[in-house]
């Protein structure tokens, strides 16, 4: 059971907008930093989006990041078959001094 | 573009230590925190700890008792060592450079390395 809430799965049609949330706490989203990343099938995870809304070079820019008290979201226009895969938030926790994750959301491009 | 690549036993036996190793290149490692991350088979992923280049290290307080990490910065790497090990820790072992300061630290991950705990 993670401490941070993301929804199982998610899913929607090419061309299409989806959006992931990220649920925390005051100890964790509410007063630090959210990062975004993306683990296509097989490999290893790949940062998306970090600082809540800003994206390292090589993210394009249908993905977006905000952040809005204890809560994150992911959001992702003009879906591709190619960004099918598990995608997760990340956070530091002031209380526990440690790095949480998410559990993880599984979307699939109709 | 720093590049990161996880070594060690794909194989570890109950009770016994799981050490790996994550070897830096592209760049310097004396600079930013380095971290291990797992991620059990079909599950989500678990911080495990950070190290500064410095020393200086933080650990997951549900893995604390039985981890260590340490960073050799004249061969550009760090180690992990866990302890005791059960199959609960059978995962992939990712190692990541972190980008950690004032209530912000995001990663850019290695390959990762699977780890079996059996007998």
């Known amino acids: 059971q993670s401490v941070l809430t993301q929804p199982p799965s998610v899913s929607a049609a090419p061309g299409q907008r989806v959006t992931i949330s990220c649920s925390g706490s005051s100890s964790n989203i509410g007063n630090n930093y959210v990062s975004w990343y993306q683990q296509l099938p097989g490999t290893a995870p790949k940062l998306l989006i970090y600082?809540?809304?800003r994206r390292p070079s090589g993210t394009p820019d249908r993905f977006s990041g905000s952040k809005s008290g204890t809560s994150a979201t992911l959001g992702i226009t003009g879906l591709q078959t190619g960004d099918e895969a598990d995608y997760y938030c990340g956070t530091w926790d002031s209380s526990l001094s440690a790095v949480l994750f998410g559990g993880g959301t599984k979307l699939t491009v109709l | 573009q720093v590049q990161l690549q996880e070594s060690g036993p794909g194989l570890v036996k109950p009770s016994e230590t799981l050490s790996l190793t994550c070897t830096v290149s592209?760049?310097?490692?004396?600079?930013?925190?380095w971290s291990w991350i797992r991620q059990p088979p079909g599950k989500g992923l678990e911080w495990i700890g950070y190290?500064?280049?410095?020393?200086?290290?933080n650990y997951n307080p549900s893995l604390k008792s039985r981890v260590t990490i340490s960073v050799d910065t004249s061969k550009n790497q760090f180690s992990l060592k866990l302890s005791s090990v059960t199959a609960a820790d059978t995962a992939v072992y990712y190692c990541?450079?972190?980008?950690?300061?004032?209530?912000?630290?995001?990663?850019?991950w290695g390959q990762g390395t699977l780890v079996t705990v059996s007998s």
């Open positions: 600082d809540n809304n």
């Open positions: 190290i500064y280049y410095s020393g200086s290290t």
């Open positions: 592209g760049g310097s490692i004396s600079s930013y925190y």
């Open positions: 990541a450079k972190s980008s950690c300061s004032g209530g912000s630290c995001y990663n850019y």
